[in-house]
C-alpha cells in the first residue's frame, strides 16, 4: 500500500494554497523561518477502528432489463423516448407488418384446406363404414365371399389413416396460424415490465433484427448494487452487515445492508456476488454507474489511529511509514500576513516504517509509534529532499478528514477560484 503520488501533490496544494498563501508568500514564510519547507501534522490517537472493506460496485435498476425485437422489419413508428415512464404492455413501437400480415393470411387459406380434406376424409370413412356393414350383414346369410369382406375392412381402415392424416395436417396449420398471428403481434413492440426507459435505439425507418437493442428498461428508483467477492472475503463478509455507498460522481453517500450473497463461487476464478438493495427516491444513482461500497464488518483492536494521508511509502527505504514531529517548537506569527493557523517551527521531523494492523475508508490503525505523536498529514513530498527540519502547522482530525472526503472536482474548482480572487485582487491594485 502506498499514497498515490498525484493526490498527494493535490492535496497540498489545496490545503495549503486555499489558506492564502501563495507561492511568493510560501518562499517568503520560508525565508524567515530559515528555509525549511512547512507542512500539517496532526496528533494520533488510540483506539478502536472500524474493519471495512471497500469493494467497487456496479449499479443496477429492479427489473432492469434489454429490450429486444423477435423479428426483423423496418421501424414505422417510435412512440415511446428516453426517460418516459411506461406500464407493462404499453407501445413502445411499430414495425412494418405488411408481410406478417400476408404470411397470416396465407396460413389462414391453407388451415380451410386442412379442414376441408378432413371432412372429405369423414366423408368417404362413413360411406366405406357403411359398405362393411351391409357386406357383414350379407357374409352372415353367405352372401358375400369373406374376399370380399377383407377387401372392405381394408378399405376401412385405410380411409381411418387418412382422416387421421389429415386431422394431423389440419392441427399443423392451426399451429401455422398462431405462429403467423405472433410475428404479427410482434411487430408491435410492447414495455415488458413497469420502469423507465433509457438507451434508446430506434428511429423510423431503421432496419432492426433480434440482435438490435431498442430500448433499456428498469425502476430507477429501487436499485440494485453488484459487488464481487473474493473466496477469502466470504469468511467475514455476511448478509446484513452495514454497507455504505458513496458516488465520486455525485459526492454524496447513503447507508444501507448486504441483501444477499450468492452462495456458489466461479470454479475458474473462486469469487462471488454480493448483493445491496436500496431506495433511490431522488435518483443519484443511475443504472450503469460504479460506486464504492464500504462494508462493516468488525472493529479492530485497541490501535494507534492515523487519517490515511499521514501514510507514506517512502520510494528511498521502500516501506510504509509517517513522518514524525518528535518535538513541536514555538509558535511562529506572521505580522501583516493571514494564516489561517500558527505554526511550530522549525521542528525535527524524521521517518518512522509502521505496520498497518487495520484500514479503513479513512482511518488506519498502525503500530510502530507510540501515542499522542505528531505525525505529518500533507506535505511529503517536501521532506524528501534530505531536510530533517520543517515548520509545523497542526491541524484537527475534522480538518483532515474533511480533506480527505472531499472529491478531486471540488479542490480543483477551489483552486480555480482562488487563483481567480488572487488575479481580480491584483489586477485592481494594479
Known amino acids: 500500500m502506498h499514497v498515490r503520488l498525484p493526490l498527494t501533490i493535490l492535496l497540498l496544494f489545496a490545503a495549503l494554497g486555499l489558506t492564502g498563501c501563495s507561492e511568493e508568500e510560501e518562499?517568503?514564510?520560508?525565508?524567515?523561518?530559515?528555509?525549511?519547507?512547512?507542512?500539517?501534522?496532526?496528533?494520533?490517537?488510540?483506539?478502536?477502528?472500524p474493519l471495512e472493506e471497500t469493494l467497487?460496485?456496479?449499479?443496477?435498476?429492479?427489473?432492469?432489463?434489454?429490450?429486444?425485437p423477435q423479428i426483423s422489419a423496418p421501424i414505422v413508428q417510435v412512440l415511446a423516448n428516453n426517460g418516459d415512464t411506461v406500464r407493462e404492455g404499453d407501445v413502445l413501437l411499430r414495425l412494418r407488418d405488411v408481410e406478417a400480415r400476408e404470411r397470416l393470411r396465407q396460413a389462414e387459406a391453407g388451415y380451410e384446406?386442412?379442414?376441408?380434406?378432413?371432412?372429405?376424409?369423414?366423408?368417404?370413412?362413413?360411406?366405406?363404414?357403411?359398405?362393411?356393414?351391409?357386406?357383414?350383414?350379407?357374409?352372415?346369410?353367405d352372401l358375400e365371399t369373406q374376399a370380399e369382406l377383407d377387401n372392405i375392412e381394408a378399405e376401412v381402415e385405410s380411409a381411418e389413416a387418412t382422416l387421421d392424416l389429415n386431422i394431423a395436417r389440419r392441427n399443423q396449420a392451426r399451429?401455422?396460424?398462431?405462429?403467423?398471428?405472433?410475428e404479427l403481434e410482434n411487430t408491435v413492440i410492447r414495455a415488458p415490465v413497469d420502469g423507465v426507459l433509457g438507451l434508446r435505439n430506434a428511429e423510423v425507418g431503421q432496419q432492426v433484427?433480434?440482435?438490435?437493442?431498442?430500448?433499456?428498461?428498469?425502476?430507477?428508483?429501487?436499485?440494485?448494487?453488484?459487488?464481487?467477492?473474493?473466496?477469502?472475503?466470504?469468511?467475514?463478509?455476511?448478509?446484513?452487515?452495514?454497507?455504505?455507498?458513496?458516488?465520486?460522481?455525485?459526492g454524496k453517500t447513503m447507508e444501507s445492508t448486504i441483501t444477499r450473497i450468492s452462495p456458489f463461487l466461479n470454479p475458474v476464478t473462486h469469487t462471488t456476488t454480493a448483493e445491496v438493495e436500496v431506495t433511490n427516491p431522488d435518483r443519484f444513482l443511475r443504472p450503469g454507474m460504479f460506486v464504492t461500497v464500504t462494508v462493516r464488518y468488525g472493529e479492530s483492536e485497541q490501535a494507534i489511529l492515523v487519517?490515511?494521508?499521514a501514510l507514506f511509502y517512502h520510494p528511498n527505504f521502500g516501506e510504509m511509514g509517517v513522518f514524525v514531529a518528535d518535538n513541536i517548537g514555538r509558535e511562529l506569527s506572521f505580522e501583516g500576513e493571514d494564516p489561517p493557523r500558527e505554526?511550530?517551527?522549525?521542528?525535527?521531523?524524521?521517518?518512522?516504517?509502521?505496520?498497518?494492523?487495520?484500514?479503513?475508508?479513512?482511518?488506519?490503525?498502525?503500530?510502530?509509534?507510540?501515542?499522542?505523536?505528531?505525525?505529518?498529514?500533507?506535505?511529503?513530498?517536501?521532506?524528501?529532499?534530505?531536510?530533517?527540519?520543517a515548520n509545523v502547522r497542526p491541524v484537527d482530525w475534522d480538518h483532515i478528514l474533511n480533506l480527505q472526503q472531499m472529491q478531486s472536482r471540488d479542490l480543483f474548482d477551489m483552486i480555480q477560484e482562488k487563483m481567480a480572487t488572487r488575479a481580480r485582487n491584483n489586477s485592481s491594485g494594479a
Open 27 to 49: 518562499q517568503g514564510r520560508n525565508a524567515r523561518t530559515n528555509r525549511a519547507p512547512t507542512v500539517e501534522a496532526i496528533q494520533v490517537i488510540t483506539g478502536n477502528l
Open 56 to 68: 467497487t460496485g456496479s449499479v443496477r435498476a429492479r427489473n432492469q432489463t434489454d429490450i429486444y
Open 113 to 141: 384446406i386442412a379442414r376441408a380434406q378432413v371432412r372429405q376424409a369423414e366423408a368417404d370413412l362413413n360411406r366405406r363404414k357403411i359398405a362393411l356393414e351391409r357386406v357383414q350383414q350379407l357374409r352372415d346369410r
Open 175 to 182: 399451429s401455422v396460424i398462431d405462429e403467423r398471428q405472433n
Open 209 to 250: 433484427s433480434t440482435s438490435t437493442r431498442l430500448y433499456q428498461i428498469g425502476d430507477p428508483e429501487t436499485i440494485k448494487i453488484e459487488m464481487v467477492l473474493t473466496e477469502a472475503m466470504t469468511g467475514y463478509i455476511f448478509p446484513g452487515q452495514t454497507a455504505v455507498i458513496s458516488s465520486s460522481v455525485t
Open 307 to 309: 487519517p490515511n494521508n
Open 343 to 389: 505554526l511550530t517551527g522549525p521542528t525535527p521531523i524524521r521517518f518512522v516504517p509502521v505496520q498497518v494492523v487495520a484500514r479503513g475508508r479513512m482511518i488506519s490503525g498502525i503500530a510502530g509509534i507510540p501515542n499522542d505523536t505528531w505525525v505529518v498529514t500533507l506535505g511529503h513530498n517536501l521532506l524528501l529532499r534530505g531536510e530533517e527540519q
